[in-house]
């Protein structure tokens, strides 16, 4: 008997392993499947059901529901009609809306117009907009936009994180008006009593850990938990939600072991009732979001296991609660933070199993932090996000800190909220103690900054999981030493170098703005710097991380056309994020002094590993974009122009200097605008192909239509950075550019 149990335990583990794969498999396609094979793979797989190859009917299953789900998502997006078109809507406010620099921004549910279908659930924003409450209806002017984002060598794929929240629209309003007042805000009425209360200046911080509302933080406070790798202690994360369960079911079971419990309710199934309703509890209080719900899961599930299952080992219940979040939300495998939580539960298992009682409560604790950043590390590199050096330090350090310090005080703090004095008194005190940890946070964070890898291949990756995987066996396993060189490989890889006579191009996709490297051999160039506005700044948000991606740990020369925010806003991110030797613009006055940027000597030529570099300005220029440094880059006879933001009038111009030679490829002047792109220009330069570099739908209506007809007139091939995001070419190979949305993937 306990053979065959043993065996259909197997079994079962083989199909639930098989579902999860199904579950997966969608997310790494280029193209969903037709809705015919989808109809048709569960009939297949119930005629597999029955026998010894049910596995297969599992993963057909996971596939299926996965791919039907991604479906619907895809169906719920806003139809391409009414892309950039302004409608009046009505719908309900949901979630916690956020105020950042003036702009409100929040998610608009049951959205409904008078004519069109919109999608079920909104994201946006209001410039200058008055206060909102969760659960109010409004009638809204809104600006409509289809999912979509920026699109860079391993960074942040935004259009899939809107996917992953189902959110089939974007927008900006114009102009509102509410139609009712919330009914039942008792979560923003929470926030708001939360920011109201002496908190000692860290309201923000309580009502991140209380609520999972993070708009209240700041951006340094942001980068130092970044830097630190302690972002989980302030988002409500399944250790929370564990922690408050553990003190539950601690409590009951220290009351029954000193006779303090009722002896005719059984001890256990009510530690455990009790620690599922209190993670339940503290799930609802934070919104009950994707992060919460596998928190709630995991949490449920190892009370089932400690309740009736224990028998079946720790893997049981943790492959479970994978396929239960995937059963519920298959498009969650887009979310870094299901692969981050689960490897670190797997890790703690595969590392502290049948070997926690030979070591003290200190051992245990500093190497559970260790063992999670060294198996975590792969991990992070394949999710393309930075590796935190202090991580194991401060968390050694934060978590205890915020666990058993600060969130018993803020939770009962919240409770207590109606009681005079108790409630303001608690929250007081778990302000302060969020104070200190920010500070100390801060000082790690300075000492250690976090790290961001360049792109490595997958082979990198699959040798260095491999080492990790060495590194986390016992002492005196056969091959563990070999687990070192395996991981370091991860932190010195193999790059791929330009050869000589050959320059990498790569036009960095940062909407309205504009931001290239040029990379020969041994050195690199980057022309402008990408756009700024108020706060936001993509020169530290998009072009400071590719370039890490890209390998690039110094550049030589950062050449900013001209002072305009768009062109030079991120100048001073890429400045203090990487060595800088010179900064050459056609505008000096117009940037910060710190930059100690050099004027453009119009004429002047150098050579880069046998690329040639020249550059032009116009003498007599009026403004700021006329006096944009142009610059052109030879290499093996292939010529690439970069223009800036001249005009026609500067094009006059440029069409008497040495530069107005035969040229394969022209940087758009002026993003396209209507002031630029004559036609002498292009029939002097005689290009192939274009390269233009804009945001989309933006509000100077870059490209303009006649400028796009005068390319197509000529004969040019057009790279549009808003429909192809980044674009990579090898200057001197007169090959085909690299475009960033070749690489397929079913949501673009």
Request: charged share 15%.
């Amino acid at each position: 008997m306990p053979k065959n149990g043993t065996l259909k335990d197997g079994l079962m583990r083989t199909g639930m392993m098989a579902l999860a794969v199904g579950l997966l498999v969608p997310v790494f396609l280029p193209v969903l499947p037709p809705v015919g094979l989808m109809m048709l793979l569960p009939l297949v797989g119930l005629m597999l059901l029955p026998f010894r190859s049910y596995p297969l009917a599992f993963l057909l299953f996971g596939f299926t529901w996965a791919c039907v789900s991604a479906q619907w998502a895809l169906n719920d997006r806003l139809p391409e009609a009414l892309d950039g078109e302004t409608r009046w809507v009505e719908g309900r406010v949901v979630g916690l809306p956020q105020t950042s620099e003036g702009v409100v921004r929040f998610e608009l549910a049951d959205a409904r117009s008078r004519h069109e279908k919109l999608p079920s659930l909104m994201r946006l924003a209001w410039y200058a907009g008055p206060p909102l409450n969760s659960g109010e209806r409004w009638r809204l002017a809104v600006k409509l936009r289809r999912p979509g984002g920026l699109l860079n060598p391993d960074a942040f794929d935004y259009e899939a994180w809107l996917l992953a929240q189902r959110i089939g629209a974007t927008g900006t309003i114009k102009d509102g008006q509410r139609l009712a007042e919330a009914n039942w805000a008792w979560r923003d009425s929470i926030r708001q009593r939360l920011m109201a209360v002496d908190a000692q200046g860290r309201g923000g911080a309580l009502a991140a850990l209380v609520l999972g509302d993070g708009s209240g933080l700041s951006r340094e406070d942001w980068q130092i938990l970044q830097e630190t790798g302690t972002v989980h202690l302030l988002v409500i994360s399944g250790q929370h939600i564990g922690m408050l369960a553990a003190v539950i079911y601690l409590l009951v079971a220290g009351l029954a072991r000193y006779g303090w419990w009722p002896l005719r309710w059984p001890w256990l199934p009510w530690a455990c009732g009790l620690a599922f309703a209190a993670a339940l509890g503290y799930g609802l209080l934070a919104g009950f979001d994707v992060p919460v719900q596998r928190a709630c899961v995991m949490v449920g599930l190892m009370l089932l296991w400690r309740l009736r299952f224990r028998h079946l080992g720790a893997w049981w219940p943790l492959l479970l609660a994978f396929d239960a979040l995937l059963l519920l939300d298959p498009l969650a495998s887009l979310r870094p933070g299901l692969w981050l939580s689960f490897a670190a539960v797997g890790i703690l298992i595969f590392t502290f199993g049948g070997r926690l009682g030979a070591w003290k409560w200190w051992q245990t604790w500093t190497r559970a932090q260790w063992l999670i950043a060294l198996g975590l590390c792969p991990v992070l590199l394949a999710l393309s996000l930075p590796i935190s050096v202090s991580g194991p330090l401060a968390n050694l350090l934060a978590v205890p800190w915020v666990s058993l310090l600060v969130l018993p005080p803020a939770l009962l703090g919240t409770l207590l909220l109606p009681v005079p004095y108790v409630g303001a008194g608690l929250l007081w005190l778990a302000g302060g103690l969020i104070d200190w940890l920010f500070r100390g946070l801060s000082l790690i964070a300075g000492a250690w900054p976090a790290w961001i890898s360049p792109s490595l291949p997958w082979w990198v990756l699959l040798l260095g999981s491999l080492g990790a995987l060495l590194l986390l066996l016992p002492r005196g396993v056969p091959l563990r030493p070999l687990g070192w060189p395996l991981l370091l490989i991860l932190l010195a890889p193999p790059r791929e170098r330009v050869a000589d006579g050959l320059a990498d191009v790569w036009q960095l996709d940062v909407g309205q703005g504009l931001a290239i490297l040029i990379r020969t051999r041994h050195h690199a160039l980057l022309y402008d710097a990408g756009p700024r506005f108020g706060d936001f700044d993509l020169g530290e948000r998009v072009v400071l991380p590719a370039l890490h991606k890209l390998g690039v740990n110094r550049i030589d020369l950062m050449l900013l056309s001209h002072a305009d925010a768009d062109h030079a806003g991120g100048a001073l991110a890429v400045s203090r994020g990487l060595k800088v030797t010179r900064v050459i613009s056609g505008d000096p006055p117009g940037l910060p002094a710190i930059l100690r940027a050099e004027a453009c000597e119009s004429g002047r030529q150098w050579q880069w590993d046998g690329v040639r570099f020249q550059l032009w300005q116009w003498s007599a220029a009026h403004d700021s974009n006329q006096r944009s440094c142009v610059l052109q880059i030879e290499a093996n006879g292939e010529r690439l122009l970069l223009t800036g933001d001249i005009d026609t009038a500067a094009e006059r111009v440029l069409l008497e200097s040495p530069l107005a030679l035969p040229t394969h490829w022209l940087q758009a002047p002026h993003h396209g605008s209507r002031s630029s792109s004559s036609m002498a220009l292009l029939r002097a330069l005689r290009p192939h192909s274009v390269l233009i570099s804009r945001g989309q739908g933006n509000s100077f209506g870059h490209p303009h239509p006649l400028v796009l007809a005068r390319y197509r007139q000529q004969g040019l091939r057009i790279y549009d950075s808003a429909q192809h995001g980044a674009i990579q070419l090898r200057l001197g190979s007169f090959q085909a550019p690299r475009l960033m949305r070749q690489q397929r993937r079913f949501w673009r």
